[in-house]
């Protein structure tokens, strides 16, 4: 029986193979529904460095330096005014900081700086009163008419002195005297010294001086309606500084006069 040509068993050709069913994963899916222009997905991120580390490598963690108990000292005693010590403390401070594991150096600056401030307004102080400034009243007697007004030690009355204002305590350690044409309430009759060398004490020492100055206003002439005798005597604590003298004062019951009385 003859066989068609080119098909015999030697020459036939060989069998297409059977196509694979298509792949349907997610992942195949999801490459098929990608462009071929995309980015490629970005490397994952590193874990983050831990603290204490550096370049994978574990270092020791660094305390801070003790606070330095020389600068803290420098700042405290130049708030409380002490200036030449809290410069001295500043400047170990300095040197401390600087020169050794201590902080801080800016604690230091304060208290040094607190002590030249410090220092400066002792100086100052010291030289107001060396000009002056803070002297106390006037220790020296003028008699009669006051060319300006200026506060006088109640020792230091004269005959003639007008008196600004009477103070209403008992002691007076200073009054302040004015030219007598300005107001005044009482002008100095006359000073004498106390007639005894022994201190009677304050009330007995008054009435003495009471009954000198009351017939001292009536022998004057001053009329008891209008003035009053206003005497000034030494205080214990005067009479042992060896204040003797007492004053007597004609003081206006009708309130500020001008004019000279005597």
Known sequence: MSRPAGNDDTGRGALPEIPQAPDSSPQEESRRRRSPYASAPPPSSAAPATEGTAFGAVIPKIDKPPL??????????????????????????LRRTTKQWRR?????????????????????????AALGAFSGP????????????????????????????????QE????????????????????????????PGQ?????????WCTGLL???GFHADSFLAWPIVPTPAAWDEEIRTMSCLARSTLGQIT???T
């Open 172 to 199: 007076v350690g200073e009054v302040r005297i004015v030219p007598c044409a300005q107001p005044h309430l009482a002008q100095v009759l006359a000073v004498e010294d106390y007639p005894s060398d022994t201190y």
């Open 68 to 93: 330095d108990g020389v600068s803290v000292a420098a700042v405290v005693t130049g708030a409380v005014g002490l200036g030449p010590v809290a410069i001295a403390l500043g400047a170990v401070g």
């Open 259 to 261: 004019g000279d009385l």
């Open 104 to 128: 801080s150096p800016a604690i230091a600056g304060v208290g040094l700086g607190l002590g030249v401030l410090g220092t400066l307004g002792w100086i100052g102080l010291g030289v107001a």
């Open 218 to 220: 009536a022998e004057q």
């Open 138 to 169: 006037d220790l020296t007697a003028t008699p009669g008419d006051a060319d300006v007004a200026r506060t006088v030690h109640a020792s230091a009355l004269a005959a003639g002195n007008c008196v600004e204002t009477v103070p209403p305590q």
């Open 203 to 211: 009330d007995p020492a008054l009435e003495t001086a009471t009954e």
